[in-house]
């Protein structure tokens, strides 16, 4: 998912014939660009796909987490949901491109609605299982203050160029995701 994100980001980002994205807010932009649309709009369809394969990955790992009782039924379903909505965001923010009125506004509430889902989805997780360990919550941590630090570093202060911004932003929940699942698996071994 990192890969993908990382790569057609970037991939949008070279293609751009009419935009600078040095000086262009968001990567949504590239999305109506002639060289990059194709790009970024597959890029995002496929990341929305792979969240929602991640649900299903983890679907076995949640049920056996239901049947050690580190997880009840209630929460697994949430959590199954929590995925799946965030990969339909994504999906949906993919296939409608950031031009025109209706459609840029359903691109942008589903391109905010995707991480805020995300990450309530694994910080969910993270209550709902128990104990992650601590790597995970200092990993967790840093995470969202790095994200949060970026975002007021590109948006208001103007010190890095958002577009590259949401890269790093992307690279970050990425490798978070990757970790939530290793220390599910982890949790799945001792039980």
């Known amino acids: 998912m990192t890969v993908v994100g990382v ?60 049947s050690a009782t580190r997880l009840s039924p209630r929460a697994h379903r949430m959590l199954n949901v929590g ?50 360990g601590r790597r995970f919550d200092r990993l967790s941590l840093a995470i969202l203050i790095v994200s949060a630090g970026l975002f007021v570093a590109a948006y208001p202060a103007h010190l890095v160029p958002y577009a590259l911004m949401e890269l790093i932003c992307f690279a970050l929940i990425g490798a978070w995701i990757w970790f939530l699942e290793a220390r599910l698996q982890n949790v799945i071994a001792q039980i």
Do not use: K
């Open 7 to 66: 790569t057609g980001g970037g991939l949008a980002i070279t293609h751009a014939t009419e935009t600078d994205w040095l000086t262009h807010m968001s990567l949504s932009g590239l999305g109506v660009d002639t060289g990059a649309s194709g790009i970024l709009n597959g890029t995002l369809v496929a990341l929305g796909l792979i969240l929602v394969a991640l649900a299903i990955s983890l679907e076995g790992t949640f049920a056996g987490l239901c």
């Open 83 to 132: 995925f799946v909505a965030a990969g339909l965001a994504v999906v949906v923010a993919g296939l409608f491109r950031n031009d025109g009125q209706p459609s840029h506004l359903i691109h942008s509430l589903a391109s905010f609605a995707a991480p805020i889902v995300l990450v309530a989805t694994i910080l969910g997780c993270r209550v709902a299982v128990g104990d992650l």
